[in-house]
């Protein structure tokens, strides 16, 4: 029972108080912890002391009592588990980032004359939007190229279809490139899609068996996704994107992504780009 100026409280009044104080319980903390790494992947461990807050901060403003209960509401609701994810996922990236690999990406998507890529993780479509960009600049048809891209949080997926970014996002693009590909609405630039070759993007767990209805792939896209898992669940994805690509296709990765030794692949070299060869 509470008091409060030598008032005793009511049990609802006992309650709001409960549930309005951070939880404290960690071993529903650590149970969470599990949780996401068997939902998706992503290992919080390294993030432990940020994730913990962030959790704390959620679980206050939504007046959750426990982190277990957390865990149980993210097994049945599916829009919580949703901002769950958001939550805990990273959405940093930029156009033209590792502009020579995307580069070997298109010249080998133009020699194929249609190709079909895969984003995966698409963070808010700059990786995408680049690719479609340097296409046209390599006279590629619309028609020839399609993009999709991927992603666990929903947040960044809208951030694709709005295509609205600012200028920190365009920091590797030069004047002619920020004015033949977007058009300045305020403080921000949005992506001239008409020019573009299709681009789609869908909210997906790499990790869902719904990711096999996408249908099949010449060249996957997935850079520094693995950084933030384990060695079981990096081979897991790695396995996961094989059954995506056609006969021959490319995986490219990170550079700091470590991608585990497995047959299914033979890491093949161009113009000083790796990457990964479907067997």
């Not at 984003?119 to 619309?142: F, R, V």
Request: hydrophobic share 40%; aromatic share 12%; with cysteine.
């Amino acid at each position: 029972m509470f008091f409060r100026k030598n008032k005793i409280l009511s049990k609802q009044e006992t309650a709001d108080i409960i549930v309005t104080q951070t939880p404290t319980d960690m071993d529903g903390f650590n149970e969470f912890m599990n949780t996401i790494k068997t939902l998706c992947g992503v290992d919080l461990e390294p993030k432990r002391d940020i994730t913990l807050q962030r959790l704390g901060i959620f679980a206050k403003d939504r007046r959750i009592q426990t982190f277990k209960d957390i865990v149980g509401m993210i097994r049945y609701d599916s829009e919580l588990r949703q901002d769950i994810l958001n939550l805990v996922t990273v959405n940093e990236t930029y156009f033209y980032r590792e502009l020579p690999q995307l580069k070997d990406v298109i010249n080998y998507a133009k020699r194929l004359g249609d190709a079909r890529i895969l984003c995966a993780p698409c963070s808010s479509g700059d990786e995408a939007y680049s690719l479609a960009m340097l296409a046209y600049e390599n006279d590629i048809p619309q028609s020839a190229l399609t993009i999709l891209g991927i992603d666990i949080n929903s947040q960044a997926i809208k951030s694709c279809m709005d295509s609205l970014y600012n200028d920190r996002s365009l920091h590797r693009l030069d004047t002619f490139q920020k004015e033949k590909f977007f058009i300045k609405e305020s403080d921000k630039f949005a992506v001239k899609k008409a020019i573009l070759a299709e681009c789609e993007f869908k909210i997906l767990n790499i990790f869902d068996d719904a990711i096999f209805n996408l249908g099949k792939f010449d060249i996957i896209l997935s850079r520094n996704m693995m950084i933030y898992f384990d060695d079981i669940f990096r081979l897991k994805c790695v396995e996961r994107l094989h059954r995506l690509l056609r006969e021959h296709g490319r995986l490219y990765t990170g550079h700091a992504d470590l991608v585990p030794y497995t047959p299914l692949y033979a890491k093949q070299f161009s113009c000083g780009i790796s990457y990964y060869e479907r067997v």
